[in-house]
């Protein structure tokens, strides 16, 4: 079945720091794959999307870049600030609802 | 963005009572909702699917007597924890998909604590 595994947490940077959250999945066909954020108390957000190969997403500085060759989709950010800190789910679908990696909680300091 | 709110967004009950938790599209029209769950440092698990006006559809494992679906509108869906114990202590999310189904929006979430 469809699976997502990503990097576990926590991550910890400084702000300014560059910012890599490794995904990879398991799919059968060609899903879309998404990066949703959750800031702490809130319900989780849509940040980016990539529905074919090749399709970058991106969003307040944040890029994902969809890679069928490696079935890869890791977040990136050039210059995290404190406002990022918070837990980032890869997630993809296919025919089926989304399915979720276990989340990557990230930390900024100032 | 299209909003999705859930209520309440946290409540403590007693082992054997029932809790009922609310899901709820503000300004579009909901026709598929999606209920989760989401355990410490886990990812979410999809529970359930219900389209308005039908019988949810569960995910392998999750009983359907204990955790009651209800679609009953295109703008809110009903999730019942019945007699709950401890071990259905968690964060419960629900989802919503419009007519063109191309984005999921997530509600913020209720926890259940069961004592």
């Known amino acids: 079945g469809n699976s997502v595994t990503q990097m576990e947490g926590p991550v910890t940077l400084s702000e300014e720091a560059f910012l890599t959250i490794n995904c990879t999945y398991t799919a059968t066909g060609y899903p879309s794959l998404f990066w949703y954020v959750q800031y702490p108390g809130e319900g989780l957000q849509l940040l980016l999307k990539a529905t074919k190969a090749d399709d970058k997403g991106s969003n307040k500085g944040f890029e994902a870049t969809y890679r069928k060759e490696t079935t890869s989709f890791h977040l990136e950010k050039g210059s995290v600030q404190v406002s990022d800190s918070a837990v980032y789910f890869c997630a993809l679908r296919g025919n089926t609802p989304l399915v979720f990696g276990k989340g990557t909680r990230l930390s900024v300091i100032a | 963005g299209a909003v999705v709110s859930q209520h309440p967004s946290w409540v403590i009950c007693k082992s054997g009572t029932s809790v009922k938790i609310e899901c709820r599209s503000l300004d579009f029209q909901a026709t598929t909702m999606f209920w989760y769950r989401q355990f410490p440092k886990q990812s979410l698990m999809l529970m359930a699917t219900s389209n308005e006006g039908s019988k949810a559809t569960y995910e392998q494992g999750v009983e359907k007597d204990k955790f009651l679906i209800n679609h009953a509108s295109l703008t809110l869906s009903t999730l019942t924890v019945t007699s709950a114990h401890p071990e259905d202590s968690s964060f419960y999310i629900c989802?919503?998909?419009?007519?063109?189904?191309?984005?999921?929006?997530f509600g913020p979430g209720t926890r259940l604590t069961v004592l």
């Open positions: 989802s919503a998909v419009g007519n063109t189904k191309d984005t999921q929006y």
